[in-house]
């Protein structure tokens, strides 16, 4: 069954292909991951299928909707939540806060509920207050709730990040090179919480440099290289692939 | 235990609003007080839109312009208790804000303060022209509230002074409470989060230009509610209210005092709202004083003087 059907999508700028026709397709509990050379069009990749870039071509389809092109928050409407490359935490708000503002669309209400402090407001304050406080524990945060979120390290944000992310409870979740800048502890943790979430039902696509990360957690991998797909499947198909080899190591190494 | 944000701020203006009569010199002293809480309410409505949602306006006077004249021209054509024409020019406010800003809004960047600015303008060119209904720059009388004789009658005899010290008082309270419900509340995250992550706040629901909407169009009516306690306390009104030079004042206030935090803001409008009256002696340069506060605060104290403050302290407390 596909969950996230990403049909010839691509994007150009200034005359420049950054993207060209990439298709894949992501199912429910699978992991697929994105890889590619520095500037193969990853990110710009994950931009289009999150709405923050117009797709020059293609088509998005979530959960048989064609959604190319929507915008973000309606894409969280319909179960689709990203982290991002060079995060995106919002600094002075508390660690706790920037979870629940994941709980957005499960807790926000009228205005002049909030503003008059109703019961109505409070429980849903509430609420979502239990519900990010137990998904801070399963990130491994909950002491640091209440802390101002700047204040935290690159790994503990990285975190804090997928949190806020699963916060929507997601259909698909988007994780734009979630073990980047961390060190070796810190990735398999990730690792694990990423294989946890997948096994939950969560439909995972991937942007990560670290390949063994990669090898070991994708289900399915999709190699870009100057933003074409030039070769798909499982990592061992994929590790073994010569346009793979000749992408990252250089040409004369595939040759020879 | 650690008093909350909420209830520390109330507590503080409570105690201010109770105690400071015990020092004042002369009964002038009750229009300064009332004069600083109605700034304050003003600015409160900056501090949600700029301090938390991250828009500027720069014709917040607009509102204020409205809120005033609601107060002096409704009484009198449409036959409204002034109390009434309080709510008329809140509800005026709220729905040309929600024009003006609904298309300004869905653009990134900085447009809503042009396009306030121009509001603001617009708002000042009609009080100051259309002399019929205005009588223009002269100004206009504004009926009374009539609340301070009620009172009177039911025992509590207050001069008028005292009578709107008082009222305005517990309006800024009752405005700082409003405020400091939506800090917490869910729709307080969300500006906040928008204001720290735009794409951010988007890839989690959040419809942004929306709660924009929302912040700008609360924001109007806290301004609007401060020109109507202005114009009523006043018995006049002047087109002055909705000068550019008055919303310059409401950022400027908001900014100085701390423009994310309501009893910075407060603090920001009281100080500026005293100075004027403490320079007098040297009123030639009180412009030049102001300006000079005003950059040494922007060097040294950059989120406004009593977050700075705060967290100096609770540094040293660590």
Redesign the interface.
């Known amino acids: 069954m596909t969950l996230l059907s990403i049909e010839g999508l691509g994007i150009s700028f200034g005359g420049i292909a950054a993207v060209k026709n990439v298709s894949f397709r992501v199912s429910p509990g699978e992991i697929v991951s994105v890889i590619g050379p520095n500037g193969a069009g990853k990110t710009t990749l994950f931009n289009m299928i ?1 709405g ?1 870039y117009q797709p020059g071509s293609g088509k998005v389809v979530l959960n048989g909707e064609d959604v190319t092109a929507m ?3 309606l ?3 319909r179960g689709m ?2 982290t ?1 490359q060079n995060l ?6 508390s660690v706790l ?1 920037n979870t ?6 499960q ?3 009228p ?1 002049l509920a ?4 109703l019961p109505s ?1 409070r429980r ?2 509430r609420a ?1 207050e239990e519900g990010a406080r137990a998904l801070l524990k399963r990130v491994g945060l909950e002491r640091a709730a209440e802390r101002e979120a700047g204040s935290l390290s690159y790994g503990s944000l990285k975190r804090l990040e997928i949190a ?2 699963m ?2 409870k997601p259909k698909v979740l988007l994780l734009d090179e979630p073990a980047a800048g961390c060190n070796a502890v810190e990735t398999e943790e990730i690792d694990h919480l990423i294989a946890e979430i997948a096994a939950s039902g969560v439909a995972i696509l991937l942007v990560e440099h670290d390949m063994k990360m990669v090898m070991r957690i994708s289900n399915h991998i999709v190699v870009l290289d100057h933003g074409e797909k030039i070769a798909e499947g499982d990592p061992a198909t994929v590790s073994r692939d010569p346009a793979v080899i000749a992408a990252y190591l250089g040409a004369e190494h595939a040759a020879g | 235990m650690r008093l909350s944000v909420k209830s520390a701020t109330l507590l503080t203006l409570l105690a201010f609003v109770v105690v400071a009569p015990l020092f004042f010199p002369s009964s002038f002293y009750y229009r300064v007080g009332a004069l600083i809480f109605v700034n304050g309410l003003a600015v409160t409505g900056m501090v949600i839109l700029t301090g938390w949602a991250g828009q500027i306006s720069l014709g917040h006077a607009g509102f204020a312009g409205i809120g005033a004249y609601a107060c002096a021209l409704a009484p009198e054509h449409l036959g409204l208790h002034p109390a009434l024409a309080v709510l008329l020019g809140a509800v005026i406010s709220a729905v040309l804000a929600w024009l003006v800003g609904r298309p300004i809004l869905r653009l990134k960047g900085y447009y809503l303060g042009v396009a306030s600015l121009g509001f603001g303008i617009l708002v000042s060119m009609v009080l100051n022209n259309e002399r019929d209904l205005t009588r223009g720059p002269d100004g206009i009388d504004v009926a009374d509230l009539g609340l301070r004789g009620l009172l009177k009658d039911a025992g509590l005899d207050l001069s008028n002074g005292q009578f709107w010290y008082f009222f305005c008082g517990f309006s800024l309270m009752l405005g700082a409470w ?1 405020a400091l ?2 800090f ?7 500006l ?2 928008l204001h ?2 735009e ?10 230009p929306r709660l924009k909407l ?1 912040a700008f169009v ?1 924001s109007a009516v806290y301004a609007s509610v401060a020109g109507s306690l202005l114009a009523l306390q006043n018995k006049f009104i002047t087109p002055d209210v909705a000068g550019f030079m008055h919303s310059v004042e409401m950022v400027t206030m908001a900014v100085l005092g701390g423009v ?1 935090s309501v009893i910075g803001a407060i603090f920001g409008a009281a100080v500026l709202t005293l100075l004027p009256q403490v320079l007098t002696v040297f009123a030639e340069y009180e412009q030049l004083v102001l300006g000079l506060i005003m950059v040494l605060v922007m060097i040294f104290l950059r989120e406004g003087v009593v977050p700075s403050f705060l967290r100096k302290f609770r540094g040293n407390e660590a």
């Open positions: 999150s923050v915008s973000p928050h894409l969280a409407r939540s990203r991002f995106q935490i919002f600094q002075t708000m806060e629940l503002a994941g709980y957005h669309l807790e926000s209400g205005v909030d503003l008059l402090n407001s849903r304050a979502a806020r992310a916060a929507l | 409003f419900n939506i917490n509340s869910p729709t307080g995250r969300a906040r989060a720290g992550s794409i951010a706040a988007r890839t989690v629901g959040i419809d942004v929302q609360i994310s």
